[in-house]
């Protein structure tokens, strides 16, 4: 749908995509940012759960520069900011709150007290900006707290789709769904804006084979799930 790029476009507010990981916006709306960046609009992600935790072997760091290389295929503008993936994060006795993986894909813990932190770090620095937020449909609690965060203390403009936490039957993310708005519009991907976000999601060399099995299905398994689709999937509050 051509009128939600054009209607972004027409606004003087600097616009700004909400990620809760570093590669899930390239995968959610690559093509629009793309297409967004195109037009000469200010446009950006701020990437939210990239914080480095102390004296644990992590990726971050390599994460963060492959998220850089596809923020620059995309022709945006990128900002990390500190909070921790769910994965490292501890209670107040120094205990992992999600000690296996199959904790962060359950009901966020109580023990998860970054709620209000998040919420006005996040209203404090996306003020005055026209805020698009990821739908929150995968169940990893990360997604789930975001979208519950954006909504409690931002006002979004819309809402992007979790791609690819569906888009691959063997990835068990799948099956949780928020409460949506009515307006859903698949936004049209033209031949650059798909090749730009193909180029963009294979700058993640560290998660291309947990997502896509390996790097030469990549352009397959986006671009056939775009044509399910009809383009990529927001929607409109």
Known sequence: MREF?????????????????????????????????????????????????????????????????ACKELGITATHLGFLDAIYRRDKYGKHIYPYLSAVVEEPAKED?????????????????????????????????????????????AYYDDLPYFARSSIALVSFNPNMPENAVSVQVDEDALKAKIRAVKKYMSQLEFLFGSNDEVGNIITAYLNSTGGEVHWIK
Request: glycine letters at 6%.
């Open 113 to 157: 007290t970054l709620l209000s932190e998040l919420g006005y770090a996040l209203s404090s620095f996306l003020k005055e900006k026209v805020v698009i937020v990821p739908a929150g449909r995968s169940r990893h609690v990360d997604h789930q707290i975001l979208r519950k965060v954006c909504d409690e203390y931002l006002e979004p403009f």
């Open 5 to 69: 790029i054009d209607k972004l476009s027409a606004s003087v507010i600097e616009i700004v995509y909400i990620a809760p990981h570093l590669d899930d916006a390239a995968l959610g709306a690559g093509a629009t940012l793309r297409s967004i960046a195109k037009l000469g609009r200010d446009v950006s992600v701020v990437t939210v759960f990239c914080g480095e935790p102390d004296g644990i072997q992590n990726n971050v760091q390599e994460r963060k520069k492959e998220d850089l290389l």
